[in-house]
């Protein structure tokens, strides 16, 4: 295996995650390359590239999701390798297989990986090979009713049916009696239709209080895979993660190794090369079942990064470049305890509405154990065209009690103004017993939510009257201000007056 | 100067008392504050009150009268009370008054949808628009039982928040 010098990386992507990629490209010489969309000129990614083209109008399908163009810029300006971050074309073969063919290094698996996990029944079919556990249910495409019945007989209800093309919650259907299977599968092949453009569905067993827990692993050109350990991503709503943490305060020692082992198996059935997460749904009774693989990097990749010390971007450009993974799985330990909270731009009180528009003022939290990925800046629009996802905030402490304190804390000193977010109900989660305890599954949000929307913003009355002096204060300098303006352009010759008259009111 | 200041359901009276570098003495209500106040960035007040230390950030809003204001433990909405937000704020309720039910957005997005045309009977409750915005989509409904008097935008289109979209009567 010959190595390749990744002198110019373009990242197909927007919002953090590319400056997040850029870091590392920066930290390692690499020249970056920023694209956008009309949308996105004042973006923070085309702020801190090396490099940055323009490659269309605003919606995705017309520029970040539109791969030729995005190859023939990579190629127009000679970069190396593309790094497709998460979201739009990362887990898109057909996109890998195109750069490919021109040249370009994919930063990420090869294109036949990708399509063996894209396809959730062949996946299924392949971790039942390698010795994964499934969830029990079927393994091909539904055909008959009677074949159907027999299973449901075998499984036992509740059953899920789910699009074999599928993902994010769509052509899901929960059926909880025997009565209502028919219908359901019906509905479930036309929702399929109609989201994927394939009516195939398959069978599966509904776990009543699952805990969604993920493993990372890295693998590279050389057949040597390891696993970065777990992370609990079960506070999820409606199937979208919001706070992730590592390691999972379910899992134990033994569980922790059992489920390491089969990530490896899974990466290595599907000749996985680069970084990727295999997703368990683990019951109540700590029995674990293959859910799915990421064939890219994950949002929640930094809590593994901070309890690791492993740059996951880097180890990405390095196994693509035929590079040895850095380090041995027997090297890597878990230290500490970390969280990372999703921000986005919407309104939790208000049905979590997406919630875009201009940021009046930010202030960021610091200090130890704390990282921000974010993109979004003093005066900046966000646009109405992508995900509401704007920062994400990553606590780090040698305990999860230190660690839970610790994101309190930066919580509390995160303050954005001019787009509603979700920071106020991150806190409440935190302050939550069952979290606190540890002691939640992917039911958790449905289940609190009444009292995590339940703010009582009371604020002690003096800081009101606080508020109050200095809002008083503010609007009598700018009334000031202004009466000594009109002043001004009156008496414009004397400069020296001028000076002192605003001079005068500076104190404020 | 006094001002009426309001946030949330509470008006107060604010007036300074008296001045002198960064400390001042101002009243709020019946109340008497001495505090050392400084502006310490842009928009941003340190007060210090009775050996408490306070961190104020002042957001214009909409307006200059409007602030959004954040300290460490709160986020309030600030405004200003004069004689000109006062009448604007009668004529609103006015507005209210008349029975015109206009539907907006506190959001920009793009129009999805428009299952309705001007003339539509509609209840209560039943979608007039549906807006996409940041990949979700939201439906928005009638807030009353009525008829659709005017539509003002088209499917397809990209709108500002606080838009004028649709009108029952």
């Known amino acids: 295996m010959h190595l390749i010098m990744i002198k110019k990386v373009l990242i197909a992507n927007r919002g953090e995650i590319a400056v997040r990629v850029i870091r590392s490209c920066r930290e390692l010489g690499i020249k970056s390359v920023a694209i956008?969309?009309?949308?996105?000129?004042?973006?923070?990614?085309?702020?801190?590239?090396d490099e940055a083209y323009h490659i269309g109008p605003s919606?995705?399908?017309?520029?970040?999701?539109?791969?030729?163009?995005?190859?023939?810029v990579a190629l127009s300006c000679e970069a190396d390798a593309i790094h497709p971050g998460y979201g739009f074309l990362s887990e898109n073969a057909d996109f890998a297989k195109k750069c490919e063919a021109s040249g370009i290094i994919f930063i990420g698996p090869k294109w036949e990986s990708i399509v063996?996990?894209?396809?959730?029944?062949?996946?299924?079919?392949?971790?039942?090979?390698?010795?994964?556990?499934?969830?029990?249910?079927?393994?091909?495409?539904?055909?008959?009713?009677?074949?159907?019945?027999?299973?449901?007989?075998?499984?036992?209800?509740?059953?899920?049916?789910?699009?074999?093309?599928?993902?994010?919650?769509?052509?899901?259907?929960?059926?909880?009696?025997?009565?209502?299977?028919?219908?359901?599968?019906?509905?479930?092949?036309?929702?399929?239709?109609?989201?994927?453009?394939?009516?195939?569905?398959?069978?599966?067993?509904?776990?009543?209080?699952?805990?969604?827990?993920?493993?990372?692993?890295?693998?590279d050109k050389h057949g040597n895979t390891v696993h970065l350990f777990e992370r609990e991503c079960s506070v999820q709503r409606r199937h979208q993660k919001m706070i992730e943490e590592t390691p999972s305060p379910f899992i134990t020692l033994e569980l922790r190794e059992k489920m390491g082992e089969a990530a490896i198996a899974a990466a290595k059935a599907v000749n996985y090369e680069g970084a990727g997460t295999i997703e368990f749904l683990v019951d109540a009774n700590r029995n674990f079942y293959f859910l799915e693989m990421n064939t890219r990097l994950q949002v929640e990749h930094p809590i593994t990064e901070r309890t690791t010390g492993i740059d996951l971007v880097k180890e990405q450009i390095y196994i693509a470049s035929g590079k040895k993974i850095s380090f041995t799985q027997e090297e890597l330990i878990q230290f500490g305890h970390s969280i990372e909270c999703r921000i986005s731009a919407e309104d939790p009180f208000n049905n979590f509405m997406p919630n875009p528009g201009t940021i009046k003022h930010i202030s960021e939290p610091n200090g130890l154990g704390i990282r921000t990925d974010g993109y979004v800046y003093e005066g900046y629009e966000i646009p109405m065209y992508y995900d509401p996802m704007i920062t994400k905030l990553i606590s780090w402490g040698r305990t999860r009690g230190e660690a839970i304190e610790?994101?309190?804390?930066?919580?509390?000193?995160?303050?954005?103004?001019?787009?509603?977010?979700?920071?106020?109900?991150?806190?409440?989660?935190?302050?939550?017993?069952?979290?606190?305890?540890?002691?939640?599954?992917?039911?958790?949000?449905?289940?609190?939510?009444?009292?995590?929307?339940?703010?009582?913003?009371?604020?002690?009355?003096?800081?009101?009257?606080?508020?109050?002096?200095?809002?008083?204060?503010?609007?009598?300098?700018?009334?000031?201000?202004?009466?000594?303006?009109?002043?001004?352009?009156?008496?414009?010759?004397?400069?020296?007056?001028?000076?002192?008259?605003?001079?005068?009111?500076?104190?404020? | 100067?006094?001002?009426?200041?309001?946030?949330?359901?509470?008006?107060?009276?604010?007036?300074?008392?008296?001045?002198?570098?960064?400390?001042?003495?101002?009243?709020?209500?019946?109340?008497?504050?001495?505090?050392?106040?400084?502006?310490?960035?842009?928009?941003?007040?340190?007060?210090?009150?009775?050996?408490?230390?306070?961190?104020?950030?002042?957001?214009?809003?909409?307006?200059?009268?409007?602030?959004?204001?954040?300290?460490?433990?709160?986020?309030?909405?600030?405004?200003?009370?004069?004689?000109?937000?006062?009448?604007?704020?009668?004529?609103?309720?006015?507005?209210?008054?008349?029975?015109?039910k206009i539907i907006s957005t506190p959001m920009p997005g793009k129009i999805v949808r428009i299952p309705v045309k001007e003339g539509d009977v509609v209840e209560k409750g039943s979608t007039v628009i549906v807006i996409s915005a940041m990949k979700m989509e939201s439906e928005y409904k009638s807030p009353t039982d009525g008829?659709?008097?005017?539509?003002?935008?088209?499917?397809?289109?990209?709108?500002?928040?606080?838009?004028?979209?649709?009108?029952?009567?």
Do not use: C
């Open chain 1, 36 to 49: 956008y969309s009309d949308a996105d000129r004042n973006a923070m990614h085309v702020r801190y590239a």
């Open chain 1, 59 to 72: 919606p995705s399908k017309e520029s970040y999701l539109n791969g030729d163009k995005i190859i023939e």
């Open chain 1, 116 to 219: 063996s996990m894209g396809d959730k029944i062949s996946a299924r079919q392949k971790m039942i090979e390698a010795g994964v556990p499934v969830v029990p249910g079927t393994q091909q495409k539904i055909s008959d009713i009677e074949t159907v019945n027999k299973i449901v007989n075998e499984i036992g209800l509740p059953i899920i049916i789910k699009a074999s093309a599928g993902g994010g919650g769509k052509g899901m259907r929960l059926v909880r009696k025997r009565e209502e299977l028919v219908s359901a599968i019906r509905m479930a092949q036309s929702e399929a239709l109609s989201s994927f453009g394939n009516d195939t569905v398959y069978i599966e067993k509904y776990l009543d209080s699952p805990h969604h827990i993920e493993f990372q692993i890295l693998a």
């Open chain 1, 406 to 508: 610790r994101m309190k804390r930066a919580l509390f000193e995160y303050k954005i103004t001019g787009v509603k977010t979700s920071i106020k109900f991150l806190e409440k989660i935190m302050e939550n017993k069952d979290f606190i305890e540890g002691n939640y599954d992917t039911h958790f949000i449905e289940k609190h939510l009444e009292e995590l929307l339940d703010i009582h913003n009371d604020p002690h009355p003096t800081t009101t009257d606080m508020a109050m002096i200095a809002a008083y204060i503010d609007y009598t300098s700018k009334l000031e201000k202004l009466a000594m303006s009109d002043f001004t352009v009156t008496r414009r010759n004397e400069k020296w007056k001028e000076y002192g008259l605003i001079k005068s009111i500076q104190r404020f």
């Open chain 2, 1 to 100: 100067m006094a001002l009426d200041i309001k946030i949330g359901d509470r008006i107060a009276n604010v007036r300074l008392v008296k001045k002198d570098g960064s400390k001042a003495t101002i009243e709020v209500d019946d109340k008497l504050y001495d505090v050392d106040i400084v502006m310490v960035e842009e928009g941003v007040y340190s007060i210090i009150h009775d050996g408490k230390s306070y961190n104020i950030e002042m957001i214009q809003g909409n307006s200059p009268k409007n602030y959004f204001v954040n300290t460490y433990y709160s986020s309030l909405e600030v405004d200003i009370i004069d004689a000109q937000s006062r009448y604007q704020q009668n004529r609103n309720k006015d507005g209210i008054h008349s029975g015109d």
């Open chain 2, 147 to 169: 008829v659709v008097k005017k539509i003002y935008v088209n499917e397809g289109d990209t709108i500002n928040s606080h838009q004028p979209l649709v009108e029952i009567e």
